[in-house]
């Protein structure tokens, strides 16, 4: 079956950088676009970055534009997300999910397969 596995979170002071990285299994990797999410306490899952299936097309949230970077190797069956100049307000459970086909974007409903999770905590 499908998997998706998260790593690379942590705790983190503001400014600072962190790099999650996701391993996919159970799919044809090169087949589904990928995303980024998020989610807070008390607040719903919101989007964060996506990339294309092979890699030529990203989209970002408007919050994190500029400081996330989202990249993905095929040949590794992995999604990352680069994290740098990292606020209080990032911190958040980091999902990342996956969607058959050409669409890379914010809807959470297109995405088939979520991973566990991973923390990420910015502090002051």
């Known amino acids: 079956q499908v998997q998706l596995g998260e790593s690379g979170g942590g705790l983190v002071q503001a400014g600072g950088s962190l790099r999650l990285s996701c391993a996919a299994s159970?799919?044809?990797?090169?087949?589904?676009?990928m995303g980024w999410f998020r989610q807070a306490p008390g607040k719903e899952r919101e989007f964060v970055a996506a990339?294309?299936?092979?890699?030529?097309?990203?989209y970002y949230a408007d919050n994190v534009k500029g400081r996330f970077t989202i990249s993905r190797d095929n040949a590794k069956n992995t999604v990352s997300l680069s994290m740098n100049s990292l606020k209080p307000e990032d911190t958040a459970v980091y999902y990342c999910?996956?969607?058959?086909?050409?669409?890379?974007?914010?809807?959470?409903?297109?995405?088939?397969?979520w991973g566990q999770g991973t923390q990420v905590t910015v502090s002051l």
């Open positions: 990339i294309s299936r092979n890699g030529g097309g990203t």
């Open positions: 159970g799919l044809t990797f090169s087949g589904f676009a």
């Open positions: 999910a996956a969607t058959l086909g050409s669409y890379y974007g914010e809807s959470r409903g297109k995405y088939a397969y």
